[in-house]
């Protein structure tokens, strides 16, 4: 595939994975004013969308949608440097118009300021894990069984919402997205470089243990 569909398929695969996580957040934080419904609602789509999403876009792209995830194959040398910052422009660039998109589906203010507070270690050691899955599921996917990428990112993140204290953004790029939104997924620009740096923190860690982890055994003739 071309760079120029690659980096397409990155920027909207990103902007749709946002304005489900946001969008749902709206809608489910209309419908009901229990937070654990509103939460549900909100994880099941976003379960939904990466599998459709990873499906379709993969083939193109690889599905990254996540700087850290871009950056965890950069390092394995599967993406040269130049096509990673690139990826990663689009990533962040299609997350906040995927943001932008879900405030307009629902009548409001396009750009926004996040004033939901998520910080404290917790929160931080939460995403260093929650990231640590993540990459740990893609890359033992990929030496496993390739073709269930889709379904296993799906339900990790399913899971991971709920494991976790701080409902697994597990990605730098939908992070700064829901920066720009003062809706249930919000999350405090302030508090955006402490999850991102968590979250590049583990996934490191999963690449570190992915690399013996999943190494093939040689067998001696």
Do not use: C
């Not at 700064?176 to 590049?200: K, V």
């Amino acid at each position: 595939m071309t760079l120029a569909r690659r980096l397409a398929a990155e920027t909207i695969g990103t902007g749709l994975l946002v304005a489900t996580v946001v969008g749902s957040g709206i809608m489910a934080d209309q419908l009901t004013s229990d937070t654990a419904m509103a939460l549900m609602g909100n994880t099941i789509p976003t379960g939904a969308i990466l599998f459709v999403l990873i499906t379709v876009l993969g083939p193109i792209s690889g599905a990254h949608f996540n700087p850290a995830v871009t950056a965890v194959f950069a390092i394995r040398k599967e993406i040269d440097w130049t096509s990673a910052a690139l990826y990663v422009i689009a990533q962040v660039v299609g997350g906040i118009v995927g943001s932008m998109v879900a405030h307009l589906m629902f009548d409001l203010p396009a750009l926004q300021v996040a004033t939901h507070v998520r910080t404290g270690t917790s929160q931080w050691f939460s995403e260093a894990v929650a990231a640590f899955g993540l990459v740990a599921v893609i890359l033992g996917g990929l030496r496993a069984r390739p073709q269930s990428i889709p379904a296993l990112v799906g339900l990790y993140i399913t899971a991971a919402y709920w494991f976790t204290a701080s409902t697994s953004f597990a990605n730098p790029a939908v992070t700064i997205a829901r920066a720009l939104t003062d809706t249930f997924s919000g999350i405090r620009p302030a508090d955006a470089p402490g999850f991102i740096i968590a979250q590049f923190l583990g996934a490191l860690l999963a690449l570190g243990l992915a690399g013996w982890l999943f190494k093939p055994v040689e067998v001696a003739e």
